[in-house]
T-cell receptor
Framework: EAAVTQSPRNKVAVTGGKVTLSCNQT?????MYWYRQDTGHGLRLIHY???????EKGDIPDGYKASRPSQENFSLILELATPSQTSVYFC??????????FGPGTRLTVL | QQKVQQSPESLIVPEGGMASLNCTSS?????YFWWYRQHSGKSPKMLM?????GEKEEGRFTVHLNKASLHTSLHIRDSQPSDSALYLC???????????FGSGTKLTVEP
């Protein structure tokens, strides 16, 4: 099965601070995704990437940036964190078959 | 408007009973449906996928798809307490490696 890891697993940040969430996959998948999960909203797509150097906006990109420096790594950046960005963030990777494999998640609290 | 709608929001079934979950898409370009299961505090994991009209069975799990109405359903027979989880339905569009998730159905199987 695909191996996707995320760091940190838990993060407490202050309003206005910068937060970087990291994701690494060892399956050589071209596609990587960042979601947030809030009660009642399922998984909402923030940014995704089709390969190193590419990033695309998902359904809720405002307030987030993404970076894909290599095939294995995909980062989500909150330049100015706000309390509304308190959530659980999941990274996923996927190949040509469209099935996605999820990392363990990062719980972010913005105070 | 959310592209994927799931019902019911929550469902309680007795151990050994049948659980039936529903999912519909409003996008006529959808060609593939996925069912993911997420246990509390864990990441989503793919359960089953379907793209052809009809049904697909894997053990205690059966998925139905009606492509004309873009409706899929997941049925779990002989439900077990370990089946208690959030069930997420996702849809994808031809040649587009992005999944659109519904808000989920929370299933509780009572011993």
């Amino acid at each position: 099965e695909a191996a996707v890891t995320q760091s940190p697993r838990n993060k407490v940040a202050v309003t206005g601070g910068k937060v970087t969430l990291s994701c690494n996959q060892t399956n050589n998948h071209n596609n990587m995704y960042w979601y947030r999960q809030d009660t009642g909203h399922g998984l909402r797509l923030i940014h995704y990437s089709y390969g190193a150097g590419s990033t695309e906006k998902g359904d809720i990109p405002d307030g987030y940036k993404a970076s894909r420096p290599s095939q294995e790594n995909f980062s989500l950046i909150l330049e100015l964190a706000t309390p509304s960005q308190t959530s659980v963030y999941f990274c996923a990777s996927g190949g040509t078959g469209r099935e996605q494999y999820f990392g363990p998640g990062t719980r972010l609290t913005v105070l | 408007q959310q592209k994927v709608q799931q019902s019911p929001e929550s469902l309680i079934v007795p151990e050994g009973g049948m659980a039936s979950l529903n999912c519909t898409s409003s996008d006529r370009n959808v060609d593939y449906f996925w069912w993911y299961r997420q246990h509390s505090g864990k990441s989503p994991k793919m359960l089953m996928s379907i793209f052809s009209n009809g049904e697909k069975e894997e053990g205690r799990f059966t998925v139905h798809l009606n492509k004309a109405s873009l409706h899929t359903s997941l049925h779990i027979r002989d439900s077990q307490p370990s089946d208690s989880a959030l069930y997420l339905c996702a849809a994808s569009v031809t040649n587009y490696n992005v999944l659109y998730f519904g808000s989920g159905t929370k299933l509780t199987v009572e011993p």
